[in-house]
């Protein structure tokens, strides 16, 4: 994998570019000065700015957000299979595709994609979520047209050996080894995962499991690629100092001329059995310097909700932890001075369900059954009695304020225009995500909490370090 990568959702994985591979809430942008900007602006500018958009004759869709402000354009392809859309048995490719996507063609030898990329004055990068994989080039807006050429290459015409292959698979094995086994919060993280979704797709880990991917073989990979990386699959996002009456004729030239994927497969997937009590996993390493606590819930996202709930439970879990004016933050660190940290994190972007992290860090010489239990306190008196109209206003006008802060980048917007597609929702969605959040109501936001806050629905993940010998 060259870079992991989770509007708050979409900015949480483009914006912040949050690594998929383990538990983490998501960290907040410099708020003062985005608010500052939203007062400035006023409210109409909440609004994201709204691209252009035309379909190829083969089905791939492209986005156009012009920004005239520098000659430099970020190219991002985006397909709609991630590792959720992997068979049984078969965990990691999607990932494993990341990698072998750099290996060549027949007109571009193996690894040199990344070097000519380079030496046209850009960069490269690449992510895999559970909903999608994508592909990142910023470069020139006079080297546009090369970097299309080798991107629509790639699409349809890689190349690769059995010798290639094999030695890819190691290099994620050992990949896997650094990223995860040998860190125990991403352990904890995966495990927890694991039994929140114990039958749906979300409950693989994105890299794979270690004894599947030792045993992925080229001819299930290779179906997987013809399959999926296909025109009709892919959005290609290009914001910068261009315009789509300009892109078009370079759009049907490259890409317009590849074969599409007939009975292209429906992404369907399984779901989870109804919840029968809390889960609780304890995970002990000799790396752990620092005890701490985390748990996760199931929730809806903004591909399973149906009108403003995760609006909702996005500003309702942003006041329970989202930062240091936070509920969790003010009773734990500041009032009662039992953690060092402790706060909350809605990932409400996933095409088939989201999830609610909440996490805390004991102080010297507290016990992690002492910060669970005032966790529980917190969470319970905020159930009870909801959020308080400050709080409501506050973090509705930060989060709508981050919006307005990522039309200042010009990767940020192709990343959240990318990732939101991708995941299903529409043109108008991202547009009028900040607005939608003002819209929220202080009933909604409750509601969205007491549904979500459900210990039952939930796996509390304790990590610590190995008992003293007896």
Known sequence: MKNDVSILRVLQSALLQVARFVLRPAPKAGVALVLALALFTGADAQELPRPETFTL?????VVVITDRRAPVVTHMVWYRVGSADEARGHSGIAHFFEHLMFKGTREIPPGEYSRIVARNGGDDNAFTSWDYTAYHVRIARDRLELIMRMEADRMRNLRYTDETFLSERD????????????????????RMRAMLWPHHPYGTPIIGWLHEIQSLDRASAQAFYETWYAPNNAILVIAGDIT?????????????????TRDLPERTWVSDPPNVGPMRVTHRDEKVRQPSLSRIYRAISYGTDEGRQAHALDVAIDILGGGETSRLYRALVEDQRIAVSAGAGANTSGLGGGSVSVYATPAEGVTLEQVEAAVDAVIAAYLRDGPTDAELARSKSSLAAAAVYSRDSQESLA????????QGESIDDIVNWGNDIQAVTRDEAITMARQTLDINASVTGWLLPPEEAQ
């Open 57 to 61: 004759s083969n089905g791939m869709q």
């Open 415 to 422: 990343n959240m225009y990318g990732a939101s597609l991708a």
């Open 244 to 260: 789509a009456e300009e892109l078009r004729p370079l759009a049907q030239r490259y890409y317009g001329r590849l074969r599409p």
């Open 171 to 190: 290099v994620i094995v050992e990949e896997r080894r650094q990223r995860i086994d040998n860190s125990p919060g991403a352990v904890l993280g995966e």
